[in-house]
């Protein structure tokens, strides 16, 4: 099993919204942050929660975004926020 990304990788959560069991937040989707770890494989819950097998496992990360990444400029200036999320959310980011 190989990880897409690793510590220190920059990504963007995926813009969806799909319909049904989804663990991903809303206030996430479409921000950059940075990848702090890999915090193991994982079946997919999003295919657990309808009784499917959730597999093949998918990689799991932390990833830090910052407070002005995700709710604008001067809030909370040095505080950050890490959200664990699965690979199927993360495509490479920019910047």
Same mark, same amino acid.
């Given at each position: 099993?190989?990880?897409?990304?690793?510590?220190?990788?920059?990504?963007?959560?995926?813009?969806? @919204?799909?319909?049904? *069991? =989804?663990?991903?937040? @809303? #206030? &996430?989707? /479409?921000?950059?942050?940075? &990848?702090? $770890?890999? !915090?193991? *494989? #994982? *079946?997919?819950?999003?295919?657990?929660? #309808?009784?499917?097998?959730?597999?093949? !496992?998918?990689? +799991?990360?932390?990833?830090?975004?910052?407070?002005?990444? +995700?709710?604008? $400029? /001067?809030?909370?200036? /040095?505080?950050?926020? =890490? &959200?664990?999320? #699965?690979?199927?959310?993360?495509?490479? /980011? *920019?910047?």
């Amino acid at each position: 099993m190989t990880d897409r990304f690793r510590t220190g990788d920059r990504v963007r959560v995926r813009t969806a @919204f799909p319909p049904g *069991h =989804v663990r991903t937040p @809303f #206030y &996430v989707r /479409g921000k950059t942050g940075d &990848v702090v $770890s890999v !915090a193991g *494989h #994982y *079946h997919d819950p999003e295919e657990l929660a #309808y009784g499917r097998r959730g597999a093949p !496992a998918l990689a +799991l990360y932390r990833v830090r975004f910052t407070q002005d990444e +995700l709710w604008g $400029s /001067g809030e909370a200036p /040095g505080d950050d926020l =890490v &959200v664990d999320l #699965y690979e199927n959310w993360l495509e490479a /980011g *920019h910047g």
